[in-house]
């Protein structure tokens, strides 16, 4: 296991969960724009943690991603090193929250956009140990993050500008709205760009980084064995 030239194919890799995370957030379109129970399809500003969406998948895909390089021999040079930077990671991630949702709460735009820089650097970040793992991350989280905002654009475009009244189109209470561009920069670019990159790549990071440290480590025996 060397962790540099990647022996796994990360378009391969990520194909399945991309599409699957596509399917979800088509789906819970669909149950938005249906009015189906606000429990799995809540259409408030934000989306107020609906069961059904694409934020949990992480979890799920990040532990994949690790157990599938580190079957095929495509684990770190060091697993210690992997995770740390996949730590290191949720720290600037975790700052760079702090830093947007402050700029946001002041409405100081050069604030929200340090914080957004912060949390995209971050996503890149699980590289430094394990750059296999690592670019798998940022292109599933793109992968994931680029849908959404053409859907976003899509519903905020919709009748007329005045959208489908989902969790896409949706603004904040006291959100000032000028022009369609100002409120598809404000509320999709910069936050799906940023924040939820970042919070997809290092979720998925942390998690997966450790799964396959334990994995390979039971492994070893067997195939000692």
């Known amino acids: 296991m060397n962790g540099t030239d990647s022996k796994v194919s ?11 995370t596509l399917a979800v957030t088509i789906l819970r379109l669909i ?28 979890i799920i895909f990040g532990p994949y991603f690790g157990w599938k390089l580190a079957a095929a021999g495509d684990g770190p040079s060091s697993w210690g090193k992997a995770i740390g930077a996949s730590g290191a990671a949720l720290v600037v991630f975790v700052l760079g929250t702090i830093v947007f949702f402050v700029g946001v709460t002041k409405h100081m735009n050069t604030v929200v956009l340090v914080g957004s820089v912060l949390n995209l650097v971050s996503a890149f970040m699980p590289r430094i140990g394990w750059k ?5 991350l940022v292109a599933y989280a793109f992968a994931a993050r680029i849908p959404v905002l053409i859907v976003m654009y ?9 959208g489908w009244g989902t969790h896409y189109d949706v603004a904040e209470p006291g959100f000032t709205v000028t022009s369609l561009t100002q409120k ?22 942390v998690l997966g980084s450790i799964f396959a440290a334990i994995f390979a480590r039971r492994r070893a025996p067997a195939v000692a064995a």
């Open 10 to 20: 990360i378009g391969s890799l990520i194909l399945v969960p991309a599409i699957i």
């Open 31 to 58: 149950g938005e724009v249906q009015g189906w129970s606000p429990l799995f399809f809540n259409k408030a500003a934000g989306g107020g943690g609906a069961i059904v969406g694409i934020s949990w998948l992480p």
């Open 132 to 136: 296999a793992f690592g670019n798998a």
């Open 154 to 162: 899509i519903a905020m475009s919709a009748n007329g500008g005045q």
């Open 184 to 205: 598809f920069v404000d509320l999709s670019v910069i936050p799906q760009l940023g924040f939820w990159i970042a919070w997809t790549a290092v979720v998925a990071g």
